[in-house]
């Protein structure tokens, strides 16, 4: 039976239209490249703008002044992104203390399926939590190459990965190991372009690159970088802006500022009148007191 007036489907949390991470994969087996766009912290409606061009996959990660935060905050966050994008297909950021162990990333993963995400990204996630959570159903679209956050001071920063044999040796065993231990689809990121297309062509799962180069199986800008929220100056080599929205918005908000404190706005045409027959009315009530 319904309740509160919803039908059985409205109440469902999966559309009929709704990409998943089983459409990545047949995008990956019939040669058709994925589109992949990071949100950060300003998701819903930009993830709602994204589902409407036809972007495949969204990551992102919940607001919060700290990582205990992030985590209590990125399951109600997920409800708010999946309700403004009922489509696409989305891969939650889970912080670290939410998968150190097995049980507990498949309760955390758990409820954030059945909160509206389609996978979870586990950054640096061992083989035996991966495992478990593969064993458990959880779809995990994880990553390689340069680990983000506080996980890149064992590379020394955020700098290019795969430089030497040896290192790229080590990301394709870790690229393969995720694979073998259930992970369906990754980033890789900070890679060269050889090693990066190596991936991507000996592993079944999708590999999409970020600040990689390469064709891999399809690519991911932030929108910081894709909107063209940074100067020009400030970007990095990989990136590529593909709008201003920054400099429009901040065009709308000065001419918008500078109409109303000039008078300019509003018009008569931006409101409307009451009744003459009701504004005399209201009047002599008024009046009377």
Same mark, same amino acid.
């Given at each position: 039976m319904a309740t509160d007036?919803?039908?059985n489907i409205e109440m469902l949390p999966i559309s009929t239209g709704r990409k998943t991470i089983w459409h990545l994969q047949q995008m990956k087996k019939r040669g058709e490249k994925i589109s992949m766009v990071g949100t950060a912290y300003m998701d819903p409606l930009f993830t709602s703008l994204a589902e409407r061009a036809g972007v495949d996959l969204v990551r992102y990660t919940a607001p919060g002044e700290s990582s205990e935060h992030r985590a209590q905050n990125i399951?109600?966050?997920t409800?708010? &992104?999946r309700k403004?994008? +009922?489509?696409?297909c989305l891969n939650a950021v889970m912080q670290t203390q939410q998968y150190k162990d097995g049980p507990t990333a498949v309760e955390n993963a758990a409820m954030l399926l059945a909160?509206?995400?389609d996978s979870v990204l586990t950054m640096g996630v061992t083989n035996e939590t991966l495992q478990y959570m593969s064993d458990n159903y959880i779809p995990v679209f994880g990553h390689v190459g340069c680990l983000s956050g506080w996980q890149t001071g064992q590379f020394g920063g955020y700098r290019r990965q795969g430089k030497t044999a040896e290192?790229?040796?080590? &990301?394709w065993r870790m690229a393969y190991e995720y694979q073998e231990c259930g992970m369906v689809g990754m980033t890789i990121e900070m890679t060269n372009i050889e090693l990066t297309n190596l991936i991507a062509s000996k592993l079944? &799962? +999708?590999v999409i690159q970020v600040a990689a180069g390469g064709a891999a199986d399809g690519s991911e800008l932030v929108i910081f970088d894709l909107l063209g929220f940074l100067p020009p100056e400030s970007m990095a080599k990989h990136s590529k802006a593909y709008a201003g929205v920054a400099g429009e918005t901040v065009k709308g908000y000065m001419a918008f500022d500078h109409e109303v404190k000039d008078g300019a706005y509003p018009q008569e045409?931006?409101?409307w009148h009451m009744d003459a027959a009701e504004l005399e009315r209201f009047q002599d009530m008024l009046d009377r007191g």
């Open positions: 007036g919803k039908s399951f109600w966050w409800r708010a &992104i403004m994008a +009922p489509n696409v909160d509206g995400a290192d790229a040796y080590k &990301i079944d &799962i +999708p045409e931006h409101g």
